[in-house]
């Protein structure tokens, strides 16, 4: 159990994290110029900066880390409208915090203390 609430909010991160990148990529078309398609591209690339950000965070500080990812999913919900429809919200949203709690669940089964072992690992 240990080890899947380590591991997973972390994957759970880094999927979210190429998912919005994802997005990023339909700046390369239309018209326009090499440069301002890459103005736009790492434009788009925000939001994913902004989840990679906590994850990195998240990854050292366990609680500060998954208080962010909470926060940014709010920011998200409020800033793309996500709660005006379920599938959005189930993509935009949700995967935020559903990442920010388990990190914050994880901090309270791992001691660093004890050489890193998880608290209940028999």
């Known amino acids: 159990m240990s080890a899947f609430l380590t591991w997973f909010p972390r994957i759970l991160s880094m999927a979210y994290v190429l998912f919005v990148a994802s997005f990023a990529l339909d700046s ?3 018209a326009g110029g090499f440069w301002r398609h890459l103005g736009i ?5 925000t939001p994913a900066f902004a989840a990679a950000i906590c994850l990195w965070v998240a990854w050292r500080w366990r609680i500060l880390g998954g208080l962010l ?3 940014l999913s709010m920011i998200f919900t409020i800033y793309f409208g996500s709660w005006r429809d379920t599938q959005s919200f189930l993509m935009i949203s949700l995967p935020l915090v559903v990442a920010g709690l388990f990190f914050i669940l994880s901090k309270w089964n791992y001691r660093p203390d004890d050489g890193g072992h998880a608290v209940n690992s028999h």
């Open 28 to 30: 390369f078309t239309g």
């Open 41 to 45: 591209f790492v434009l788009h690339l």
């Open 69 to 71: 990812h909470i926060v």
